[in-house]
């Protein structure tokens, strides 16, 4: 049973579109996570939310919309997207400050 | 705010040998330190993780990590890598009061030869 699963894996879709990521965790986790790794494969968050609240939103553009309809999930919805939104997409949950685990990733090929 | 600096890109090394990946941080409050390491086309793992006690602390797969607070490093050492150690490696930072957000390095792949 995997911990944090998010799908698709792969996701190639034309400027322009809008397009989800859905994202569920089976740990019992409080919060979950939204990460975007780029191409340099520098990792940095975007949003967190904590028991359904969102409690971190960095400084990403309002293109990108969390949702989270229950503790256990973390969807991610992007509008318009464009071609600079092309990156690998984690979802990770935690309970406290004992880490972090993350899913697959979601490959974003934007064209 | 927290910063995370690695400063090897990339260290290449035989197998069976020693290797020590570099980490170093800065913040204003207490942290808690974590590695990570990411395999190809793969999620991140966690290797190991500093939060409070022993600042020597012990990982998966032979690595250990020792927390120094007058360097603010830490570094990741394994006496000796295997073919299979080969991977990008991501050190993390989280703060007391900060939500639990991990700030990364800019990660170091390790290259093992044989």
């Known amino acids: 049973d995997t911990a944090v699963s998010q799908t698709p894996k792969y996701l190639v879709t034309q400027m322009g579109n809008d397009k989800s990521i859905k994202c569920e965790q089976n740990?019992?986790?409080?919060?979950m996570y939204w990460y975007k790794q780029d191409s340099k494969k520098f990792l940095k968050i975007m949003f967190s939310?904590?028991?359904?609240?969102?409690?971190i939103n960095e400084t990403v553009p309002n293109r990108f919309s969390p949702k989270s309809p229950d503790k256990a999930h973390l969807n991610l919805h992007i509008n318009s997207l464009e071609l600079g939104d092309s990156a690998v997409y984690f979802c990770a949950s935690s309970q406290g400050s004992t880490g972090a685990f993350f899913g697959q990733g979601t490959r974003l090929t934007v064209v | 705010a927290q910063s995370v600096t690695q400063l090897d890109s990339q260290v290449p090394v035989f197998e069976e040998a020693p290797v020590e990946l570099r980490c170093n941080y800065s913040s204003s409050v207490s942290v808690y330190l974590f590695w990570y390491v990411q395999y190809p086309n793969q999620g991140l793992q966690l290797l190991l993780k500093?939060?409070?006690?022993?600042?020597l602390v012990k990982g998966i797969n032979g690595f250990e990590a020792e927390f120094n607070k007058s360097q603010t490093s830490f570094h990741l050492r394994k006496p000796s890598v295997h073919i299979s150690d080969t991977a990008e490696y991501f050190c993390a930072v989280s703060v007391t009061g900060g939500g639990n957000k991990l700030t990364f390095g800019t990660g170091t792949q390790l290259k093992v030869e044989l």
């Open positions: 939310y904590n028991n359904k609240e969102l409690i």
């Open positions: 500093y939060l409070s006690g022993s600042t």
């Open positions: 740990l019992g986790h409080d919060t």
